[in-house]
């Protein structure tokens, strides 16, 4: 088999002491910024870059410790869900609806332990997933064109509007934005500078730590300022432990969220949000008798699974075609691309100790972190009880210092701050940042192939529309650019079904 | 139409104004050289034109929305200290500086006047000697040399 001998290689890598306690770094620090709120997964990736840089890690050594925190994060976050009520992004409001009950009949360290045997399955047997997919889609893809990239990345941006949670237009002037922001500089192929007004500073680009933080960590802050949630901790330790019959009967569930966590996970847009919402609500469907919404162990571990098995497959695209579909994996992009390693689905053959080192860490990650986090749970649910203004002051200093130390610029921290006073509006009317970020991410890529697909043609648009898959791809997203128009209903369904549950 | 509508409107118009702008700076840029025939001009033009077109979806059919009514004197003490400090960064060394925003910001997430003085400062000095003495990533050291 082509895929185990692969994943051993890789393994390998992985396996080394240095790569473990890699692993074993950033699935802790993972867990513990997605049990906090306000900073995240994105945030805190962006933030351990120049750290990367340093410390002088090979780029798979990186990407590892990064990775440990994007799937970590998706263990930790279950934990104010389910103790405090609260979300700390939209792909945990589900879990809440039988974690909190549960928590509050005091069996909150059951609802911890089956939410993180939850996680597990859907990372694990997503990842499992990933090795045997992952080379043939890239395989598809090395034949890929500039014509095909540019119609595979209009389709990414169809389904970000299309099925994104915001309204189309909106999500398409997000989209637009963030292209906007990454043309600041000057252009490679001209030497002619775009949007710069005349600023030097502006010169070299908006440096992407910066736009991250400015998007996501001051946006967050503010937001935070404005209307201060607080909550207090629902007692985790004692009560009735998780009985093993109560495990066995959530596998069905988790089995059933990880296929459609995997599956929503791979387009672009839908994520964790959307999929942990279908997967409880296709489970309470399926096996509710009036017990889902008052500590169901299945209403929990549904959602649970689902979200990460929706984060990790999330890798797919970014790794075998160099499409990210989700904020997150645009920031992993964002790093493997500081690191000058091109993305895409050339990875797996000219740097297999990258793609393979990645998907190897990825099953230690996960093992490592049903271990920390079934009896360490409770350490990091002390976490929650950081006071807001020790966390946020701490917060904002650590984003501003790793904003200085990667630009070493006091204007990129004006720039920044100017970003989350723009994202913060944003939020509050309606606009959505993710597809912004994915877009900037994309910017570079998008138009270098565009220009050589009409470089090929000598400035003929034809070229775009000549291979039969740019054809098919570009078929598909005009179909999914189109559905808001001809079926407005169909949306709102789908968004009335999600929001019942809420 | 609802008054919970203006602010469709109005960021609609923004953004249809920044799309304008976008297509007239790509209109704008004199090229003497591109290596390849589109050239620098084509890409802002078709992002101002998609802006443009969102915009004035957005303007002409605004939906109403409720404006979530918050706190905004913290918003203004964490915005206003945020923009202050790149100003004060150099001058005063990274340290105090900190030390000044994580103060004013912990007054806004209600933390009391002295310990927040304290936990600030030591936020400071953790965060420096982590990033500038632990991995050699420079901070701006002022005349207290951190």
Redesign the interface.
């Known amino acids: 088999m082509d895929a185990l001998a692969s994943l051993a290689y890789g393994f390998s890598v992985a396996l080394t002491p240095f790569n473990l306690l890699l692993a074993l770094l950033g699935a802790a620090l993972g867990t513990a910024v997605g049990a906090l709120p306000g900073i995240g997964p994105i945030n805190s990736i962006v933030l351990l870059l120049p750290l990367c840089f340093a410390l002088g890690l090979p780029p798979e050594s990186a990407l590892i410790l990064l990775a440990g925190i994007y799937y970590g994060s998706g263990y930790g976050g279950r934990i104010s869900s389910i103790l405090l009520n609260i979300p700390g992004d939209p792909g945990l409001v589900m879990t809440t609806l039988d974690g909190f009950p549960l928590a509050q009949k005091g069996r909150g360290a059951a609802a911890l332990a089956i939410s993180g045997i939850g996680s597990f399955v859907g990372g694990t047997l997503t990842v499992v997933l990933l090795t045997f997919l992952a080379v043939p889609l890239a395989r598809i893809a090395v034949t890929f064109g500039p014509a095909e990239y540019v119609a595979l990345m209009t389709l990414s941006f169809t389904l970000l509007a299309t099925i994104g949670e915001a309204r189309p237009a909106k999500t398409w002037a997000a989209i637009a934005l963030g292209l906007l922001l990454a043309m600041v500089g000057i252009d490679g192929g001209s030497g002619i500078e775009r949007f710069t007004f005349g600023s030097l500073e502006l010169l070299g680009g908006i440096d992407f730590t910066t736009l991250t933080i400015g998007l996501f960590a001051v946006s967050e802050i503010l937001v935070v300022a404005e209307g201060l949630r607080s909550g207090t901790v629902t007692s985790y330790s004692g009560g009735e432990r998780l009985k093993w019959s109560e495990i066995r009967a959530c596998i069905p569930a988790m089995l059933r969220a990880t296929g459609l966590g995997f599956f929503l996970g791979i387009l672009p847009a839908t994520g964790a949000a959307v999929s942990s919402a279908l997967a409880y609500t296709v489970e309470k469907r399926i096996s509710d008798r009036g017990t889902f919404g008052k500590g169901d162990m299945r209403g929990l571990a549904s959602p649970e699974t689902a979200d990460n098995a929706a984060q990790t497959a999330s890798m797919v695209p970014m790794l075998a075609l160099g499409i990210p579909g989700s904020g997150t994996t645009a920031v992993l992009l964002g790093a493997l691309m500081m690191y000058s390693v091109t993305p895409g689905p050339l990875l797996f053959t000219q740097r297999p100790e990258i793609a393979w080192g990645l998907i190897a860490s990825m099953y230690i990650g996960n093992v490592m972190l049903l271990v920390l986090n079934l009896p360490l749970v409770g350490l990091f649910a002390r976490l929650l009880l950081v006071p807001y203004w020790i966390l946020f002051p701490g917060i904002l200093g650590l984003s501003f210092a790793g904003v200085y130390a990667a630009t070493n610029s006091s204007f990129e921290l004006v720039l920044a701050v100017l970003l989350g006073i723009l994202a913060y509006v944003m939020r509050k009317v309606g606009f959505p940042l993710i597809p912004l970020l994915i877009a900037f991410v994309l910017a570079r890529l998008f138009e270098d192939n565009l220009r050589r697909a009409m470089s090929l043609s000598d400035g003929n648009p034809a070229i775009l529309f000549q291979s039969p898959v740019a054809v098919a791809i570009w078929l598909v997203a005009l179909a999914v650019l189109l559905v808001p128009l001809i079926a407005p209903r169909l949306r709102k369904r789908v968004a009335h079904m999600v929001d019942s549950e809420t | 139409m609802a008054d919970g509508a203006i602010?469709?409107r109005i960021?609609g118009v923004l953004?249809l104004l920044?799309?304008v702008g976008?297509v007239w700076?790509g209109l704008s840029?004199?090229?003497a050289?591109?290596?390849?025939?589109?050239?620098?001009k084509?890409?802002?033009i078709i992002?101002?034109l998609?802006?443009l077109?969102?915009?004035a979806?957005?303007a002409l059919r605004p939906?109403a929305?409720a404006?979530?009514v918050?706190?905004?004197g913290?918003?203004l003490?964490?915005?206003l200290s945020?923009?202050v400090?790149?100003?004060i960064?150099?001058p005063l060394g990274?340290v105090p500086a900190?030390a000044i925003?994580?103060?004013l910001?912990?007054?806004?997430?209600?933390?009391r006047p002295i310990?927040?003085l304290f936990?600030?400062t030591i936020?400071?000095i953790v965060?420096?000697a982590l990033?500038d003495l632990g991995?050699?990533?420079?901070?701006?050291r002022g005349p207290l040399g951190m």
């Open positions: 602010f469709d960021s953004v920044l799309g976008a700076h840029l004199e090229v050289f591109a290596a390849d025939p589109v050239g620098p084509a890409f802002p992002v101002g998609i802006l077109v969102c915009g979806s957005i939906k929305m404006w979530e918050g706190d905004y913290r918003i003490l964490v915005a945020s923009l400090y790149p100003f960064l150099l990274f900190t925003l994580g103060f910001c912990a007054l806004a997430f209600k933390g310990p927040a936990g600030s936020m400071a965060i420096f990033i991995l050699g990533l420079g901070l701006p």
